[in-house]
């Protein structure tokens, strides 16, 4: 009932690409700016909401929960984490509950099997994500 496919002579075919995407990813990181950063952290985090979405739709628990609990940590380790509270500004307040929010409900979705919860998050981010790339030329043009 069950074929395996044929083996690739450099390794599984999967394998490659995932370590493809891994050096491409740590040579991007290597080399960004704090604003490409940003950018790759949006990148990351619109890429597994999507995925923990389709997963949550073709019942993959585990492929769900993994997608999930990355967004999450990208959500708290990195954007949230970025944030400088201490400058008073009340967007960076405003951005640490936005974050807050949207953790809340990742964990929701994951609990509840909820792809709304997934989807509000979507469509909070996106707009965050779509500001931040659109500054980019003029953040990168003021650097150098």
Not at 14 to 33: C, D, F, P
Not at 64 to 70: D, E, L, P, T, W
């Amino acid at each position: 009932m069950f074929t395996h496919p044929r083996p690739a002579p450099f390794g599984r075919p999967h394998q490659l690409a995932n370590t493809y995407a891994r050096v491409g990813v740590e040579t991007n990181v290597n080399v960004a700016s704090p604003h490409k950063l940003i950018a790759l952290l949006f990148d990351g985090l619109a890429d597994s909401l999507v995925i923990a979405r389709s997963a949550m739709a073709a019942g993959q628990i585990e492929a769900k929960c993994a997608a999930i609990q990355r967004a999450a940590r990208i959500i708290e380790e990195g954007l949230k984490a970025g944030l400088n509270l201490e400058s008073g500004l009340k967007l960076a307040d405003d951005l640490h509950a936005l974050y807050s929010y949207s953790v809340l409900r990742l964990t929701y979705a994951n609990l509840h099997n909820d792809q709304n919860a997934i989807l509000e998050v979507q469509k909070l981010m996106q707009p965050l994500r779509e500001a931040w790339h659109e500054i980019g030329p003029q953040v990168e043009g003021a650097r150098n």
